[in-house]
């Protein structure tokens, strides 16, 4: 199956301070990591780990190249890309919330940002659903991509267990001197973003139009979520 990108499609390249550093950092779309010397790639897609898959493979010391992939070039060779997909829904609801504080929407008390109190505020966000590449459809990363060439990874509670096996079985690299949890950037444990998602995650259980809403915005992605098979 060739995967299509939304008919909302987010395009624009974002600027974006990583972790708690100041060096900015650009992402686009359509972009994967070329592992020189195996016939793997990996797609990153924002909100599905993949500040972690960066990180934990460059400890792999292979070379790496990065590629936009829908950019013929006759010196490449043919790719099996590393996709990474996450519940459709639990990732906006973890996307917005980067959004939120990323973009300064957000800030307590502040009179000049977003009231996550007041109705018509949640009913923008939840309406309106997609504001950046935190809360684009996953299948806006992979606009072309058949499915027959992919790898793809369920990201739960074994997700990381499987990447190791993977990467062991296939890349012949050992994982158990590769630490990534301890060390990776984690936004989740801010309080701020902790205290956004409870907002969320309550507004999204307590009011079914919200669900419905957020359902039909990413329709592609959990037909996507739901028919590929995952490695084991």
Known sequence: MIITRSKSHWEKPELWT???YSQQ???FQCLTIDIIGTKYSYISIGKVASTFMTKFLEKLNYPEIIYDYNIEDEYRLPQTYIVVLRDPIERWC????EYLVNNRKFR?????TFNLKDRETLDLIFGYAIFDRHTCPQVDYLHNIDTDQCVFFKLDKDF???IRRFT??????????????DNMYNTSERDTHKELREVINFEINDNPRYLEQIKSH??????????VNYYE
């Open 18 to 20: 990583h972790g708690y």
């Open 25 to 27: 950092v650009v992402r």
């Open 94 to 97: 973890s996307g917005i919330v």
């Open 108 to 112: 307590g008390n502040d009179s000049m």
């Open 160 to 162: 990381e267990n499987n």
């Open 168 to 181: 062991e079985k296939e890349l012949n690299v050992p994982t158990n001197n590769v630490i990534i949890s």
């Open 218 to 227: 990413f329709v592609d992605d959990i037909i996507l979520y739901n028919s």
